[in-house]
């Protein structure tokens, strides 16, 4: 699917009208009826508007389609990172007291519904150009693309507020948000999934396999496990997907749309445009702080937690520590200078880690080895480590990232995996007490993260390529009962898919969001000391809607409970 510029104003039709005759003046620039020329190519460029939303944008770094603000940084794998005074909507975000007025959820709900709007404007498009007497088997494929985008939009406000209105292309006025939206969602996805081939000729567009995924996800949040077995089971069995046998190549931009990519939005940089706009604008802020890295020193946020570190710690057997991993950290550089010595965890990790993490001693995707404090805006705030999925190897710099602001790259954002669709299915395999069958899905994704052909590797003194740590990964051989395979099912969800916006999204439909995250604020805050005195409760499992879009509605829609 090619990138075009689609500027928020021209997402529709633009009429100019008044009272006075003498002011009915077309605008310079704008479109008008008559001049438009419906068939099924002013679909498709309607249609490409509402792709264009999938990034964010108008919302910029506050409306990401990473969710790594609302996602991650609302979980125990991330911190805001950057310093305390930079960004302070952020700070309570993490601290789990984000206010109607902020200006990270009136931004997301802003981009999503601009994208929900997009999405209808196409919808109707379709209409206007059946009657006007094209055939209408030319456009099912591409009302198909609008009903699942529509759907997606909803879908991703819906994890985060749950109370939501459903906005069809028939709306007239403002709906309530007391409907429960997901029946609307699994409609349109069942439309798209009949509709939609099986494979499309451009890349970054749904095919029916992707609806499946999406429709099986949406049954998944919904605990309907019963609803959402068959779909995964066909996918797996049936569809076009697999493991990539290289972890890295989910996030290398030489590698997009490879076979486990189900659903990305399609970043892109150098297109003719101004060099950036399309390149992954919501994780501008997140490279390291130093002018000698990726991202050209902007602007030290998204740092991972000590907590996430740990987790990727392994036992002698190559296994996760599932209750014991946070007893003891992970050798980090707090407090030590770049140029003071400073020796690297020696422990077994997994090695995933290193892909996920930047860490003091470890080379950090062609960079060199991470230096450490040199690299970090304010360690005393966001601690030691750096964010790195979503950083360019060193060979790609003005090819993968913008020649014009190093900000920018071309590096897809993942909104599903494979890996995320096979533990998925490991859940209700487990839920059903097919314990080796669940386990055996596990295994799958620790055998590719097994691969030495993927660890990230350092030079030694005679500049031979080694392991850059002590990896140690294996297989479970057993899975003793159904308690102890959850945990070990959802722990891989969080070793597999950290810094990808899902953790918290996950803690909360798995029902244990206050268990977990008061656990980690109760040992974080030791480290993070602005984390004192913050407390979750289940009221925060859901944001609150933007004061903004309450008063629009003219209050229509409700306030969630307890904001």
């Known amino acids: 699917m090619k990138k075009i510029i689609v500027m928020s104003l021209f997402a529709g039709l633009i009429f100019a009208t008044s009272c006075e005759n003498d002011l009915e003046i077309t605008p310079q620039g704008s479109i008008t009826e008559d001049i438009i020329e419906f068939n099924a190519k002013w679909v498709d460029q309607q249609l490409i508007s509402a792709y264009a939303m999938l990034d964010g944008n108008p919302g910029y770094?506050?409306?990401?389609?990473?969710?790594?603000?609302?996602?991650?940084?609302?979980?125990?794998?991330?911190?805001?990172?950057?310093?305390?005074?930079?960004?302070?909507?952020?700070?309570?975000?993490?601290?789990?007291?984000?206010?109607?007025?902020?200006?990270?959820?009136?931004?997301?709900?802003?981009?999503?519904?601009?994208?929900?709007?997009?999405?209808?404007?196409?919808?109707?498009?379709?209409?206007?150009?059946?009657?006007?007497?094209?055939?209408?088997?030319?456009?099912t494929v591409l009302g198909a693309e609008a009903r699942f985008l529509r759907a997606h939009y909803h879908m991703d406000a819906k994890k985060i507020w749950n109370n939501i209105p459903y906005v069809l292309e028939t709306t007239k006025e403002a709906v309530s948000n007391e409907i429960d939206a997901w029946p609307s969602i699994e409609e349109d996805l069942i439309f798209a999934i009949a509709n939609l081939p099986s494979k499309q000729n451009d890349l970054g567009r749904p095919n029916s396999w992707t609806a499946k995924a999406y429709l099986a996800k949406a049954h998944m949040f919904q605990n309907d496990h019963a609803a959402a077995k068959p779909i995964l089971d066909d996918i797996i069995n049936n569809g076009p997907y697999s493991l990539v046998s290289i972890y890295h190549d989910n996030f290398n931009g030489d590698k997009n749309n490879n076979s486990e990519s189900v659903f990305a939005v399609q970043n892109s940089v150098n297109d003719g445009g101004p060099g950036f706009i399309n390149g992954n604008r919501g994780n501008r802020l997140n490279h390291p702080s130093a002018p000698d890295a990726p991202g050209g020193g902007c602007c030290g946020f998204f740092q991972p937690s000590q907590n996430l570190v740990n987790a990727y710690k392994t036992d002698a057997n190559g296994l996760p520590l599932l209750d014991t991993f946070n007893d003891i950290d992970v050798t980090n550089d707090q407090g030590i200078a770049s140029d003071?010595?400073?020796?690297?965890?020696?422990?077994?990790?997994?090695?995933?880690?290193?892909?996920?993490?930047?860490?003091?001693?470890?080379?950090?995707?062609?960079?060199?080895?991470?230096?450490?404090?040199?690299?970090?805006?304010?360690?005393?705030?966001?601690?030691?480590?750096?964010?790195?999925?979503?950083?360019?190897?060193?060979?790609?710099?003005?090819?993968?990232?913008?020649?014009?602001?190093?900000?920018?790259?071309?590096?897809?954002?993942?909104?599903?995996?494979?890996?995320?669709?096979?533990?998925?299915?490991?859940?209700?395999?487990?839920?059903?007490?097919?314990?080796?069958?669940?386990?055996?899905?596990?295994?799958?994704?620790?055998?590719?993260?097994?691969?030495?052909?993927?660890?990230?590797?350092?030079?030694?003194?005679?500049?031979?390529?080694?392991?850059?740590?002590?990896?140690?990964?294996?297989?479970?051989?057993?899975?003793p009962d159904k308690e102890y395979a959850k945990k070990a099912i959802r722990f891989e969800r969080r070793l597999e898919l950290a810094s990808e916006g899902h953790r918290f999204f996950d803690l909360v439909r798995w029902g244990i969001a206050e268990q977990v995250l008061n656990k980690y604020v109760s040992e974080e805050q030791t480290k993070r000391v602005y984390l004192q005195g913050a407390n979750f409760s289940n009221i925060n499992s859901y944001y609150p809607i933007p004061l903004e879009a309450i008063n629009t509605s003219r209050g229509v829609l409700k306030q969630n409970t307890g904001y």
């Open 61 to 139: 770094f506050w409306a990401p389609a990473s969710n790594w603000a609302l996602g991650d940084v609302a979980s125990d794998d991330f911190h805001k990172g950057s310093t305390i005074s930079d960004q302070p909507p952020l700070n309570d975000v993490e601290r789990y007291t984000p206010g109607t007025t902020n200006i990270y959820l009136i931004r997301k709900w802003q981009a999503i519904y601009e994208g929900v709007h997009r999405a209808n404007q196409t919808l109707n498009t379709i209409t206007k150009v059946i009657e006007k007497g094209t055939d209408p088997s030319e456009l």
């Open 340 to 479: 003071k010595p400073f020796t690297p965890y020696t422990g077994n990790l997994d090695p995933r880690l290193d892909w996920t993490v930047g860490r003091r001693g470890i080379d950090f995707l062609e960079w060199g080895e991470m230096p450490g404090f040199r690299w970090i805006r304010d360690q005393a705030n966001g601690g030691p480590y750096v964010s790195k999925k979503h950083e360019v190897l060193k060979s790609q710099q003005g090819t993968v990232s913008s020649t014009d602001e190093p900000q920018y790259n071309a590096i897809n954002t993942p909104l599903i995996r494979y890996s995320d669709v096979l533990l998925w299915r490991a859940e209700i395999y487990a839920e059903d007490n097919d314990l080796a069958a669940a386990m055996n899905i596990v295994n799958q994704i620790r055998t590719r993260a097994a691969n030495p052909n993927g660890f990230v590797k350092n030079k030694d003194a005679t500049n031979t390529s080694v392991n850059a740590a002590n990896y140690v990964i294996n297989n479970y051989t057993t899975f």
